[in-house]
T-cell receptor, first 113, second 114 residues
C-alpha cells in the first residue's frame, strides 16, 4: 500500500518557466511533509517542508502548497534553472509518532536550457 | 562539520557473504535510520534508532540487522547477502522532538550482490 504517491515519473520544463511537482497521500494522520532533491551518486538533500496546519510555505524560488482535503501537495519552482534538474522526492511523517518517514517514488525533473 | 558519513561508497558481494555498512554522524543526533533506494520504489525504511541501545524495524527489515551502541554510529549488517539486496543504501539522521523533522542523509553505498 503506497501511502505517498508521485504519479509522474518524469517532467521536462523549459528554463525560466514554472516546474510543478505533485504528490498525493492517503493517510490523513500525516502532519508534516518534506521535499528532497537528489542528484545522481549523491544523497537526498532537504529542500522545503510544510506542517499540516499550513497551506503554503515559501523559500526563495521554491513554494510548497498543501491541500489537506484533497490529500495533495505540490512543489512549485519558479523560475526553473538547469541546476534544478534532479530527482525530487516527497515524504510524509506523523510528527508525534514513530519517526517513520514514508517517501514517494520520485519525479525526475529535467530543465531544458 | 562532516554531517552523515557512509562507508564504503561501493561494494560487490557474492551471494551468502556478510558485510557491514558503516554510518557515522557528528551532529549529536539521537535519531538515525537506514533506507534503501530501488528503481520505481522510492526510499524505503529498513531500520531506525531513536537513541543508543534502542532500535526498531521499518518497512523492509528482513535480511538486515542493526545495533546502536553509541550516539554517533549506526551500522547495518547483512548476515547472508542475497541478490534481492542489490540496492543503494542511505543512512539518515535528525534531531528528535517535534519541530526537528528535517532528515540529513549520507551520500550512499551502492551494493551489488552477485
Amino acid at each position: 500500500d503506497q501511502q505517498v504517491k508521485q504519479n509522474s515519473p518524469s517532467l521536462s520544463v523549459q528554463e525560466g518557466r514554472i516546474s510543478i511537482l505533485n504528490c498525493d497521500y492517503t493517510n490523513s494522520m500525516f502532519d508534516y511533509f518534506l521535499w528532497y532533491k537528489k542528484y545522481p551518486a549523491e544523497g537526498p538533500t532537504f529542500l522545503i517542508s510544510i506542517s499540516s496546519i499550513k497551506d503554503k510555505n515559501e523559500d526563495g524560488r521554491f513554494t510548497v502548497f498543501l491541500n489537506k482535503s484533497a490529500k495533495h501537495l505540490s512543489l512549485h519552482i519558479v523560475p526553473s534553472q538547469p541546476g534544478d534538474s534532479a530527482v525530487y522526492f516527497c515524504a510524509a511523517i506523523r510528527a508525534s509518532g514513530t519517526y517513520k518517514y514514508i517517501f514517494g517514488t520520485g519525479t525526475r525533473l529535467k530543465v531544458l536550457a | 562539520n562532516a554531517g552523515v558519513t557512509q562507508t564504503p561508497k561501493f561494494q560487490v558481494l557474492k551471494t551468502g557473504q556478510s558485510m557491514t555498512l558503516q554510518c557515522a554522524q557528528d551532529m549529536n543526533h539521537e535519531y538515525m535510520s537506514w533506507y534503501r533506494q530501488d528503481p520505481g520504489m522510492g526510499l524505503r525504511l529498513i531500520h531506525y534508532s531513536v537513541g543508543a541501545g534502542i532500535t526498531d524495524q521499518g518497512e523492509v527489515p528482513n535480511g538486515y540487522n542493526v545495533s546502536r551502541s553509541t550516539t554517533e554510529d549506526f551500522p547495518l549488517r547483512l548476515l547472508s547477502a542475497a541478490p534481492s539486496q542489490t540496492s543503494v543504501y542511505f543512512c539518515a539522521s535528525r534531531e528528535t522532538g517535534t519541530g526537528n523533522e528535517k532528515l540529513f542523509f549520507g551520500s550512499g553505498t551502492q551494493l551489488s550482490v552477485l
